[in-house]
């Protein structure tokens, strides 16, 4: 998981917050995922509004799994982005 873009609205449909494109991990990681494997993390935003929604990406590349003494997983052979489709923001009650 090399980034990461998200674009957060509050319940007006305005832009309460966003993370360009390209941003560096998540909450400062990178992680390498193995087949199989998942990652989680957990982050917050203030909105205006006791709702809201977020949409966005993460970019992700493929690994040739070869060890080398520059690249502990080896070389990028692919990227990808991973879409993440509209989801709710419910305010803690």
Same mark, same amino acid.
């Given at each position: ?6 674009e957060i609205r509050d319940s ?5 917050g966003s993370v360009p494109k390209g941003s560096p991990g998540v ?12 990652? /989680?993390?957990?982050?917050?935003? $203030? ?5 809201? +929604? ?7 590349? %493929? @690994?040739?799994? /070869?060890?080398?003494?520059?690249? $502990? ?5 692919? +990227? ?7 989801? %709710? @923001?419910?305010?803690?009650?």
């Amino acid at each position: 998981l090399k980034g990461r873009h998200w674009e957060i609205r509050d319940s007006q449909g305005n832009v309460a917050g966003s993370v360009p494109k390209g941003s560096p991990g998540v909450i400062g990681k990178t992680p390498t995922l193995q087949p199989g494997q998942s990652f /989680e993390y957990h982050s917050g935003v $203030e909105l205006p509004t006791a709702n809201g +929604s977020m949409a966005g990406s993460f970019q992700m590349v %493929v @690994l040739d799994g /070869e060890r080398t003494e520059d690249a $502990e997983y080896g070389a990028e052979i692919d +990227s990808f982005d991973a879409l993440v489709g509209p989801f %709710v @923001l419910r305010g803690v009650a």
